[in-house]
C-alpha cells in the first residue's frame, strides 16, 4: 500500500518561504514519477509541479515559475517542493501525489492516483 505523508506547511508572511517535504513508503520510490497539487478554497486541485522518476526533467505551473523548485531524493523515499516569495493568493493545502503502478518508468504520466493527506499554507499579507 504506498502511503505519502506530507509536512512543512504553515503559516508565513507574504514574500516569505516554505520547503514542504513528502515521505514516501510501500513501494519502490525511484522507478515513478510525482508530483505536487494545491487546492485553494473554493477552487479545483490544480496541479504545482512534477517531476520525472530519475529526477532529471520538471515540469511547472506557470503560476509558480521561477519561483517554486521540486526535488526529489531517492535514496531517502523523499519528495520536496520549495516554495520563494509567496503570494497571500497562495493559502492552499498542498498534496503530495503518485501514479499507479502501471506508470513505471513513465517520466510524466496522465493520472495521479495515490494522494497525502495535505499540508496546509497560509501566507499573511
Known amino acids: 500500500q504506498v502511503q505519502l505523508v506530507e509536512s512543512g506547511g504553515g503559516l508565513v508572511q507574504a514574500g516569505g518561504s516554505l520547503r514542504l517535504s513528502c515521505a514516501a513508503s510501500?513501494?519502490?520510490?525511484?522507478?515513478?514519477?510525482m508530483a505536487w497539487f494545491r487546492q485553494a478554497p473554493g477552487k479545483e486541485r490544480e496541479i504545482v509541479a512534477a517531476?520525472?522518476?530519475?529526477?532529471?526533467?520538471?515540469n511547472y505551473a506557470n503560476s509558480v515559475k521561477c519561483r517554486f523548485t521540486i526535488s526529489r531524493d531517492n535514496a531517502k523515499n523523499t519528495l520536496y517542493l520549495q516554495m520563494n516569495s509567496l503570494n497571500p493568493d497562495a493559502p492552499a493545502v498542498y498534496y503530495c501525489?503518485?501514479?499507479?503502478?502501471?506508470?513505471?518508468?513513465?517520466?510524466?504520466?496522465?493520472?495521479?492516483?495515490?494522494w497525502g493527506q495535505g499540508t496546509q499554507v497560509t501566507v499573511s499579507s
Open positions: 517531476i520525472s522518476w530519475f529526477g532529471a526533467t520538471k
Open positions: 510501500g513501494r519502490t520510490f525511484n522507478i515513478y514519477a
Open positions: 501525489a503518485a501514479p499507479g503502478e502501471s506508470a513505471k518508468y513513465v517520466d510524466f504520466p496522465r493520472e495521479y492516483v495515490y
